[in-house]
């Protein structure tokens, strides 16, 4: 064989090599990411101008109260999700399901709740227990989506 093929046979394998290594190395899509069960266990939303007062307002909850309720989600392959909060006595109340879909580290989701239906755009951080998400939306319904909420959630399985 001469020198030249051989050149170009080890080059070859050398690049099917690399991206072979690349591809195993990748992160999980979002996509992929999402499907299954998850928990919040903190939530901050401020509210700067809270039902068009001149003054700010902000909630925030870490649910580490034994008496606190869960708020969970399942979210599934096929673009649809449940979501609901789970009380002490572990019964579900709350409960809505929606649809949901990601575009590069953003998260939408579409559901009615009290009433109305929330569609809404969050940014997402996973993280080693599960993911950070932030979203500016108008969560007192004053007309103006200036409020921030910010959400830890861990992954349950």
Known sequence: MNIRLFSILVSFGLIFAACKSEKKTQKKSLQDYMVGSWETSYIKIDYPTYKKADSAFVFEDDFSSPTSGRAQSKYNAD?????????????KVGETTGNWKTKGDSLYIDYPYLGKQVEAWYLIKPTKEGFEG??????????????????KSKKLH
């Open 79 to 91: 673009g649809t999700f449940s979501a609901w909060f789970k009380q002490p006595d572990s019964s």
């Open 134 to 151: 932030t979203v500016i939306y108008d969560w007192d319904d004053d007309g103006e989506s200036d409020d921030t909420l910010f959400m």
